[in-house]
T-cell receptor, first 118, second 112 residues
Framework: NAGVTQTPKFQVLKTGQSMTLQCAQDMNHEYMSWYRQDPGMGLRLIHYSVGAGITDQGEVPNGYNVSRSTTEDFPLRLLSAAPSQTSVYFC?????????????????FGPGTRLLVL | SQQGEEDPQALSIQEGENATMNCSYKTSINNLQWYRQNSGRGLVHLILIRSNEREKHSGRLRVTLDTSKKSSSLLITASRAADTASYFC????????????FGSGTRLLVRP
């Protein structure tokens, strides 16, 4: 299994440009999420998905869109890049629980995408 | 605001010593997890402790959880230079368990 893969590894954008960060997992995980990590800080949740067709906002969703058309893929779209979005972006996945309340289990992280917005 | 906050922010110890990191959180939780991040890499899961557990071990790692104080500690025994990394706690709040919220981390340096 490849686990969680992210592309690209590094990207430079100009202010106002749009782009999509790709994330894919081959573990048939129901739960996927996107985080950003700024220098010297922890991870902040941007958006998450509990299954195909279901997404919701995290702590810092403004300026980002997501969709989940398949179990495997969870792309993150930057609509109009701003310098404040310069960060390292991590995608993660975990298995969900069938029925009842979903509890967080072990998260598997991708290697990250470093984004620089000029 | 972040759910979990680690203490200390940075820790420097000699190889062979024990390292203790603490995490405090604000709301009731389902479980608490600890992750390690080597410089420039993604996070790696270390251990998960559920709200009804008080202590858990995994190799040289020992995690405790005190739900009355809303705090957890991670102990790394007999540290090695390879343990140098940042360590994060993460919690899922009982009122919104879909979200896993990370703290700001403890940077551990183990000197050879």
């Amino acid at each position: 299994n490849a686990g969680v893969t992210q592309t690209p590894k590094f990207q430079v954008l100009k202010t106002g440009q749009s782009m999509t960060l790709q994330c894919a997992q081959d573990m048939n995980h129901e739960y996927m999420s996107w985080y950003r990590q700024d220098p010297g800080m922890g991870l902040r949740l941007i958006h998450y998905s509990v299954g195909a067709g279901i997404t919701d906002q995290g702590e810092v969703p403004n300026g980002y869109n997501v969709s989940r058309s398949t179990t495997e893929d969870f792309p993150l779209r930057l609509l109009s890049a701003a310098p404040s979005q310069t960060s390292v972006y991590f995608c993660a996945s975990s298995r969900g629980l069938a029925g009842g309340q979903i509890r967080q289990e072990t998260q598997y992280f991708g290697p990250g995408t470093r984004l620089l917005v000029l | 605001s972040q759910q979990g906050e680690e203490d200390p922010q940075a820790l420097s110890i000699q190889e062979g010593e024990n390292a203790t990191m603490n995490c405090s959180y604000k709301t009731s939780i389902n479980n608490l997890q600890w992750y390690r991040q080597n410089s420039g890499r993604g996070l790696v899961h270390l251990i998960l402790i559920r709200s009804n557990e008080r202590e858990k071990h995994s190799g040289r790692l020992r995690v405790t959880l005190d739900t009355s104080k809303k705090s957890s500690s991670l102990l790394i025994t007999a540290s090695r230079a390879a343990d140098t990394a940042s360590y994060f706690c993460a919690t899922d709040a009982r009122d919104s368990s879909y979200k896993l919220i990370f703290g700001s981390g403890t940077r551990l340096l183990v000197r050879p």
